[in-house]
């Protein structure tokens, strides 16, 4: 199990890397002008995680019932700490000083309900975004998490037959309803079955079923993950086109879970990347912090007028994003886990 999850853990890597590489890309844009390829590169690095997390999620919890409350006790402790931290900093920030963001606004009904994890309608964003923005994804890890817990007393097979009937029937009445309301528009979106797709995966690696896949899967595999991947960058914005978009990115992060954890004994090492995966989180949570600082900075210090100067910052930006997720993991969240694991 343990090598398995290292091979994971490097695609948690690659789905932080690209969540940052789109906000230091999209950075010099106004939020009219912004490209739709950089903003689609974060929406990648989320449906890959929502695959790997749906994936863990059954592989940890084995073929057969576990505890729901012990389950839940772990996940709140592993997500909310950072998060209500982060999010308690962007609003105090916000608060006092405002001119430091584009799309957040000090309000305390929402900073309440971002910390319960409840999606509104932000009107300074214009979506469904916590104060904090970037929580929009742990709206729905939360969510996953409750539901799976739900299904606690189930063999593993039926916990994710019914997890995915569950979660496609709530797309299905958000395909056919439409609803305008925050909460029922949030959860009756696609994007959990990025969830379900990875939990079918892990359902598939405790039944040994992936580790017995042929070596001609992996070109299979492949091509599958490159044409999900053009297809996801090769649609232009619009309901039916984000959709298809979705989907095609949906079959490269399922590859990319299938190559990585069915051929992962035929990979070479990862090591870096698998530390980085480590960090994920706190690189995931504190990034945009990094990115605004040091592309803020250098825009306005240097003026860069040519596409090379833009992306030279972006890569200057990323590096800072990786270096202070790092610095966040190594010297808080590794020990506060650690100090929060012996609680329960």
Known sequence: ?????????????????????????????????????????????????????????????????????????????????????????????????????????????????????????????????????????????????????????????????????????????????HPESAIPAFYTSYMPLAFVAGAWLGLAHIEQRLQALPRSAALVLAAIGLAGLVEGFWFDRGVIEDAAAFLGFLAFATAAVTLFVGFDSKLPSLKPLEQLGDASYSIYLVHIFAVAAIAGVLMRVLEPQTVAAFVGIAAIAMGGGIIAGWAVYALVEKPLMARLRRLI
């Open 1 to 177: 199990m343990s090598s398995r999850i290292n091979a994971i853990q490097s695609l948690r890597a690659g789905a932080a890397i690209m969540v940052l590489a789109s906000h230091a890309l999209l950075y010099p844009y106004a939020i009219a002008d912004q490209p739709l390829v950089f903003g689609r590169l974060g929406w990648l690095g989320v449906i890959l995680f929502f695959v790997v997390s749906g994936f863990i999620m059954v592989a940890v919890t084995g073929q057969g019932r576990f505890g729901a409350r012990g389950f839940l006790q772990r996940r709140i402790l592993r997500v909310v700490p950072l998060y209500w931290a982060f999010t308690l900093a962007a609003a105090a920030l916000a608060l006092l000083v405002p001119s430091l963001f584009r799309t957040t606004v000090f309000d305390g009904q929402q900073l309440a309900m971002s910390l319960a994890f409840i999606p509104f309608y932000n009107p300074t964003s214009h979506g469904l975004h916590p104060l904090y923005k970037l929580g929009w994804t742990l709206n729905y890890e939360m969510f996953f998490y409750v539901v799976f817990a739900m299904l606690a007393v189930l063999t593993a097979r039926r916990r994710v037959l019914v997890l995915t009937l569950a979660f496609s029937g709530l797309s299905l009445v958000g395909l056919v309803a």
